[in-house]
C-alpha cells in the first residue's frame, strides 16, 4: 500500500512539472499582459494627440502675435480681425469739400457745410520682411493708381520683436525727383538705388489686422485695412483708408 501511495504522489507531481501544467499556469497570467499592452497603447496614442497638439501650436505661432494693449496705441490703434475678410489692394482717400449756402435772404448769412466726398483707387501691394527671426521689420506697400501722378505711395511699417507686434507706422511715401517714374519701391529699395524721397507719418487712425506673417514662402498671407488715417494737415491727401491681402513675401 506504501508502494503504490508513493506512486500516486510521484505521478501528481510529474503532472504538475509538465508542459501541459506550464500551459495552464501561462495562460492564466496572460490577461495581465494583455491589459499591460493595452494600457501601453493607450499611453501611445495619448502621446500621438499631445504630439498633434503641438504642431498645431506651431503653426498658429507663425502668425505674429498682436498684444491687446495695441487698441491704446497711439496715434494708430491697432485691432485683431477675426471676421471680416480684405481685398488685395484698395485705396480709399476722403477729401474735405466745402459747400456754401445762404441761410437767411436778408441778413445774407452764409452757413458753411464741410463733408468727406471718398476717392476709391484699385492698388498694387508687395510685402517685404527686412531682419531675422528675433527682430525685423515688415513693410506693406500700397501703390494706388490716383497717386501715380503725384508720385506718392502708402506703406505700413510692422515693427516685430520675437515674434510678437511692437509697432505699427503707415507712412506716406513721396519721390522727390519729378522725372522719376514710380518703380514700385519701398523705403529700403529707394535707400538702395539712391532716389530721393520724403516722408509723411500717421498722425491718427486705426488699424484691424486679419493675418499677419513673415514666414518665408509663397502661402505666407499677410492682411489688413487701415481706416479714417490722416497724415498731418496733407489737404491733398485727405482722411486715407486702405486694405490689402498677400500672399508671399518679395
Not at 501650436?57 to 490703434?77: A, G, M, T, Y
Not at 508687395?126 to 493708381?145: M, N
Not at 524721397?197 to 492682411?223: P, R, Y
Amino acid at each position: 500500500m506504501k508502494k503504490n501511495f508513493l506512486f500516486l504522489v510521484l505521478a501528481l507531481l510529474g503532472f504538475c512539472l509538465s508542459p501541459c501544467a506550464l500551459r495552464a499556469q501561462t495562460s492564466q497570467t496572460a490577461p495581465k499582459k494583455s491589459h499591460h499592452l493595452s494600457h501601453a497603447n493607450r499611453s501611445k496614442s495619448k502621446k500621438k494627440s499631445r504630439l498633434k497638439k503641438k504642431v498645431k501650436k506651431k503653426r498658429n505661432l507663425q502668425e505674429i502675435f498682436i498684444p491687446k494693449d495695441s487698441i491704446h496705441w497711439k496715434p494708430v490703434q491697432v485691432f485683431k480681425e477675426k471676421k471680416r475678410e480684405f481685398k488685395s489692394a484698395l485705396f480709399v482717400r476722403q477729401i474735405h469739400q466745402v459747400v456754401e449756402k445762404i441761410k437767411n435772404k436778408k441778413t445774407k448769412k452764409i452757413k458753411i457745410k464741410k463733408f468727406l466726398k471718398g476717392d476709391n483707387s484699385p492698388a498694387k501691394a508687395f510685402a517685404a520682411f527686412y531682419g531675422d527671426k528675433s527682430k525685423g521689420e515688415l513693410v506693406v506697400s500700397v501703390f494706388p493708381k490716383s497717386l501715380e501722378v503725384l508720385r506718392k505711395h502708402l506703406e505700413l511699417r510692422f515693427s516685430i520683436s520675437q515674434g510678437r507686434l511692437t509697432k505699427v507706422s503707415p507712412v506716406i511715401v513721396s519721390i522727390l525727383d519729378e522725372g522719376q517714374k514710380e518703380k514700385f519701391l519701398n523705403y529700403h529699395q529707394l535707400e538702395n538705388h539712391k532716389i530721393a524721397f520724403s516722408e509723411d507719418f500717421a498722425s491718427s487712425g486705426k488699424l484691424w489686422v486679419l493675418h499677419l506673417s513673415v514666414q518665408k514662402g509663397k502661402k505666407t498671407l499677410n492682411s489688413a485695412r487701415l481706416e479714417m488715417a490722416t497724415f498731418g494737415e496733407n489737404a491733398i491727401l485727405g482722411v486715407v483708408s486702405a486694405e490689402f491681402s498677400i500672399r508671399g513675401l518679395r
